[in-house]
């Protein structure tokens, strides 16, 4: 069946009717009421994936903080644990030069 003379204005009222029918037939057209349960739908799960996301996101903030906290008593401890050498050696003196903030490098 040629598509244009099936759109032609010759077929009247009952070719309208078909074309309707077919357009529901194929999933064109949809009911009101779906097509809002459909919308309802997706605004829920917009919503839903929204608190997910902030969530998320204040999850990311409070690990950001842990780790900030665990690098300073990262990098406290590692001054200390090079420390011990020079602390230990005897050309140093009593060790509290080590410890000195004035003998750290800075290179971290």
Known sequence: MDLVKFLSPDVGAIGI???IVFLILWGVLLPKAT???L????DEQIALYKSAYEKSMETIGIKDQQIGQLMEMARTTTHVIEA???AITPERGDGHAALD???VREDR
């Open 84 to 86: 011990i050498p020079q």
């Open 39 to 42: 919308l309802t739908a997706k």
């Open 17 to 19: 009717l078909v074309l």
């Open 101 to 103: 903030p004035a003998n």
């Open 35 to 37: 097509v809002r349960s």
